[in-house]
């Protein structure tokens, strides 16, 4: 079993800056790909970023492209998303995922763990 736990998220205005982290514990060595997605109300759960274990690769969905960072500290088990000139349409609830394949998936359902999710408010 893997958990996740993510932190971070809260109210910022447009423009403004979040960085949500992620720590894992339990099997994380059977983790080979760690997901950010976001669900908004009304709406299905939408790929955000990914990033593997090993060799750091990542994976943006366009419409953050430019403005939001996936990083990982191995040593902490911990990844992050740093939000950078936030929008209001980036208002969701943001979970992480952990998929123990080694292709990296941009649909839910691929993934095998889930965070409990963090609120992400952007006030216009």
């Known amino acids: 079993q893997v958990q996740l736990v993510e932190s971070g998220g809260g109210l910022v205005q447009a423009g403004g800056s979040l960085r949500l982290s992620c720590a894992a514990s339990g099997r994380t060595f059977s983790m080979y790909v760690m997901g950010w997605f976001r669900q908004a109300p009304g709406k299905e759960r939408e790929f955000v970023a990914a990033?593997?274990?090993?060799?750091?690769?990542?994976y943006y969905a366009d419409s953050v492209k430019g403005r939001f960072t996936i990083s990982r500290d191995n040593a902490k088990n911990t990844v992050y998303l740093q939000m950078n000139s936030l929008k209001p349409e980036d208002t969701a609830v943001y979970y992480c995922?952990?998929?123990?394949?080694?292709?990296?998936?941009?649909?839910?359902?691929?993934?095998?763990?889930w965070g409990q999710g963090t609120q992400v408010t952007v006030s216009s």
């Open positions: 990033i593997r274990w090993s060799g750091g690769n990542t």
């Open positions: 995922a952990a998929d123990r394949r080694i292709t990296v998936a941009t649909t839910a359902d691929s993934y095998d763990y």
